[in-house]
């Protein structure tokens, strides 16, 4: 890359820190008791700068280092924290954060493409199940110590694109007729997401276990 082009991007990206220092201050001000609307618009608005940041400088490793893209969002994904097992044939996701809302491109793309590289780096150390057709269910987790207010509509949501990416390592047929979605709301320690893929098979099952372990935390 050129260097002058690459100092432009930097140049700009330090434009973008300055102004998210400036959001994290005004964050880092308000009540959020008595302005959780506020709160929620400005820890919204620092947190999609961050994401911004972040992407922004993945495209610059991209276009002006040998690091290959795939050897980098492997490494992403281990920082964000995203974790992936397998037991009695269900993978288990954890993504640290709630999925973005729809039509928040950059948002998407900082999750989405690390979620992605997890999953490709895991498939090749274990054997994935291989399935006809397939439940996907998302268990978005609250932090309980934060304004339920904060809880979104399912429809807000962007669903779609992981749907399809887990879709893709474990379905036989790449048809989404093939793969159905759940959601669930709990209430947690921390914000996180949690997706669990499942042969259709062995959904009634993990509903009913899921279902008795809510009602055993409600029960405290």
């Known amino acids: ?106 948002s998407t793309e900082f999750l989405l493409d690390p979620f992605t590289a997890a999953l490709a780096q895991f498939a090749k150390s274990h054997a994935m199940p291989r399935l006809r057709h397939c439940v996907v269910c998302f268990s978005h987790v609250y932090c309980k110590d934060l304004p339920l207010q904060r809880v979104r509509d399912y ?13 893709s390592f474990i379905l036989t047929d790449d048809s989404g007729l093939l793969c159905d979605a759940y959601n669930t709301t709990e209430l947690g320690p921390e914000d996180c997401t949690r997706i669990s893929i499942m042969d259709s098979a062995r959904f009634p099952d993990w509903l009913e276990k899921k279902q008795a372990a809510l009602r055993s935390i409600t029960e405290l």
Do not use: W
Not at 15 to 23: E, G, K, T
Not at 31 to 41: A, C, F, K, L, T
Not at 155 to 167: G, H, P, R, S
């Open 155 to 167: 429809d807000n949501l962007e669903l779609k694109q992981f749907l399809d990416v887990a879709a």
């Open 1 to 106: 890359m050129d260097r002058a082009i690459l100092s432009k991007r930097i140049t700009s990206i330090l434009s973008d820190i300055s102004r998210l220092n400036s959001a994290l201050y005004a964050l880092n001000t308000t009540d959020i008791q008595r302005y959780p609307e506020n709160y929620e618009v400005l820890s919204t608005d620092a947190a999609l700068r961050a994401e911004r940041i972040a992407c922004r400088l993945r495209h610059i490793i991209y276009a002006a280092t040998p690091i290959k893209k795939e050897e980098y969002l492997t490494s992403a994904a281990v920082m964000q924290g995203v974790e992936i097992q397998e037991e009695d044939g269900i993978i288990e996701i954890k993504l640290p954060c709630l999925l973005p809302k729809r039509k928040q491109r950059q």
